[in-house]
């Protein structure tokens, strides 16, 4: 059974960084593609960064040049680094996995980032 569970969110000011981590277990996270997501309030959930299969890195328009996603296969642990944080980044970021065929994703329970404005 896979297992994600992300962790380091928490208040912040505008302009601070946060490092966000997602730890897998049930599963060996170099088979899998990972990604970054977020849902602000009252929006849907939408990418932030995320893997591609071949290791090519997907970012959201509004992550680029401020975060950056990374991995540690042998610790199964996803990263996000944030930073320059600004009002329009509070959400509930969530770490996903892509099973290696592409068929089924899995997600963690979430961790709040509220940016003080």
């Known amino acids: 059974q896979v297992q994600l569970v992300e962790s380091g969110g928490g208040l912040v000011q505008p302009g601070e960084s946060l490092t966000l981590s997602c730890t897998a277990s049930?599963?060996?996270?170099?088979?899998?593609?990972p990604g970054w997501y977020r849902q602000p309030p009252g929006k849907q959930r939408e990418l932030v960064a995320a893997f591609r299969r071949g290791g090519a890195i997907n970012y959201a328009d509004t992550a680029k040049g401020r975060f950056t996603i990374s991995r540690d296969n042998a610790k199964n642990t996803l990263y996000l680094q944030m930073n320059s944080l600004a009002p329009e980044d509070p959400a509930v970021y969530y770490c996903?996995?892509?099973?290696?065929?592409?068929?089924?994703?899995?997600w963690g329970q979430g961790t709040q980032v509220p940016v003080s404005s």
């Open positions: 049930g599963i060996s996270f170099s088979d899998y593609v």
């Open positions: 996903r996995a892509r099973n290696p065929w592409g068929s089924a994703n899995s």
